[in-house]
């Protein structure tokens, strides 16, 4: 073999992808690599549990540039990057974020640097056993798994809106996550009722397949793509103009993936439903009056308040509803909280999510509140498990709100831990399979 064939990739000669890879994000490595400040590790959450330097922003960066300098391959450092709840939390605290001084001249973007490299390890055949199966049974099944093990299936997504009278299509639809379509049933159910309480009129999609999302997060971008190009079709062809969300998770994708693949063609509007209850609670449209006697503080959704911006809103929700003692805490110090839910963390590594929710129900406790609202389905259920172990309650603000408007909520029975896991996604060190 002649010195100039590879044919397998090596650190000193990358394929192709990992060439573009280096090139697009050699800049940003070296300005975070070079400035040394590491103000980023104090709020990652996976950091504060887990103390482990090789799993935090600036080693992300770094790995690029090793790569760059021929000592590291993707295969050497594909692993780490699954230790990324893809909060955000990082980038605010990054100077470079800040615009300070004329060094700084790259936004740090360490979100998509991981979801970068997740891609590229996809592309390299190099796959995560939770992330791998995970989005087969996704892509078999239109929609994700629930990790409780509740039966998914593209016949029953619809299924939580039974009784509800929702029409099919129309100018504004809601869209209802994974999570909460086959699993947290009550929270559509208490969003349907509010929105009809208000007299606003929406309907349901005619074949909603997940939003792709997470496929994406995890490195899977050509199914991420395939699913919101069905959605996107499935919008068009109903004469939908507006879609209404009520999950942070797809607000993200459908505010940020959709318009990255579709570019002007995409012109949907996108409304967080948390957004639209605040503005009918201000006009005077809804109006809670139904006590509830709780002490509560709120957990802000990673993906509302640190990538998003959105804080106000579901505290206008929060000091709307009588009886309610709000314990609050600003949303910058919430920049350091996470529930370990997001970027596929609880797919991979459940048991490090479970540390990261009992970090920050602890931070909850110390307020001595009985209740943590969120404004998430995803970051509920591991706060939920965590919330036991201290007699704290966690529920969701949509619930909340309707039960102050009157409206019934029918929370779940808990499945029994005999089926607490779904049995068809195989984890690291576990068996089974669909």
């Known amino acids: 073999m002649s010195e100039t064939e590879h044919p397998h990739p090596s650190p000193q000669h990358p394929s192709p992808q990992a060439a573009e890879f280096i090139a697009d994000w050699r800049n940003a490595a070296y300005n975070c690599f070079s400035s040394g400040h590491k103000f980023c590790r104090e709020v990652c959450p996976v950091m504060q549990v887990t103390r482990n330097e090789s799993w935090t922003p600036t080693a992300f960066h770094a790995n690029v540039v090793a790569m760059e300098q021929g000592e590291l391959s993707v295969e050497d450092v594909a692993e780490d990057y699954v230790n990324c709840t893809q909060c955000g939390a990082c980038e605010l605290r990054c100077p470079n974020t800040l615009f300070t001084g004329d060094f700084y001249r790259f936004r740090t973007r360490t979100v998509d640097l991981v979801k970068k490299m997740r891609a590229l390890a996809v592309d390299h055949g190099v796959h995560q056993p939770g992330y791998?199966?995970?989005?087969?049974?996704?892509?078999?099944?239109?929609?994700?798994?629930?990790?409780?093990?509740t039966p998914v299936s593209q016949e029953n997504v619809a299924d939580w809106a039974a009784g509800l009278d929702l029409p099919v299509g129309g100018e504004t639809i809601l869209f209802v996550d994974c999570e909460a379509a086959f699993s947290r049933t009550s929270l559509p159910r208490a969003v349907a009722?509010?929105?009809?309480?208000?007299?606003?009129?929406?309907?349901?999609?005619?074949?909603?397949?997940?939003?792709?999302?997470?496929?994406?997060?995890?490195?899977?971008?050509?199914q991420s793509r395939r699913f919101a190009e069905h959605n996107l079709a499935?919008?068009?062809?109903?004469?939908?103009r507006r879609v209404l969300v009520l999950d942070p998770h797809d607000y993200i994708t459908f505010t940020e993936d959709y318009p990255a693949y579709f570019g002007e063609d995409f012109d949907i509007e996108i409304v967080l439903v948390v957004e639209?209850?605040?503005?009918?609670?201000?006009?005077?449209?809804?109006?809670?009056?139904?006590?509830?006697?709780?002490?509560?503080?709120?957990?802000?959704?990673?993906?509302?308040?640190?990538?998003?911006?959105?804080w106000e809103e579901p505290r206008t929700v929060l000091r709307s509803i009588p009886g309610l003692t709000f314990r609050d805490v600003d949303r910058v110090t919430q920049w350091s909280y996470c529930s370990g839910g997001g970027g596929g963390l609880p797919v991979e590594k459940p048991e490090l999510t479970a540390r990261i929710s009992e970090s920050r129900v602890e931070k909850a406790a110390a307020l001595e509140v009985d209740t943590l609202v969120s404004a998430c389905p995803w970051s509920e259920r591991p706060l939920a498990e965590a919330g036991q172990a201290r007699d704290i309650?966690?529920?969701?603000?949509?619930?909340?709100?309707?039960?102050?408007?009157?409206?019934?909520?029918?929370?779940?029975?808990?499945?029994?831990?005999?089926?607490?896991?779904?049995?068809?996604v195989k984890r690291p060190g576990t068996e089974g399979g669909a």
Not at 132 to 149: A, I, K, M, S
Not at 195 to 222: D, I, N, S, T
Not at 287 to 303: A, F, N
């Open 132 to 149: 791998q199966r995970w989005n087969q049974l996704t892509d078999e099944r239109r929609h994700e798994p629930v990790l409780n093990g």
């Open 193 to 222: 009722r509010v929105l009809k309480h208000a007299g606003y009129e929406f309907g349901l999609m005619r074949e909603q397949w997940c939003c792709g999302g997470p496929a994406a997060e995890m490195g899977y971008v050509e």
């Open 234 to 240: 499935d919008w068009r062809a109903s004469g939908v």
């Open 276 to 310: 639209l209850l605040a503005r009918l609670i201000e006009d005077g449209t809804l109006t809670p009056s139904v006590p509830v006697e709780k002490t509560v503080t709120y957990h802000d959704p990673c993906r509302l308040n640190k990538r998003k911006g959105i």
């Open 393 to 424: 309650d966690v529920v969701d603000i949509h619930e909340l709100l309707a039960e102050s408007l009157g409206l019934p909520v029918e929370r779940p029975v808990e499945r029994t831990d005999e089926h607490s896991a779904d049995r068809s």
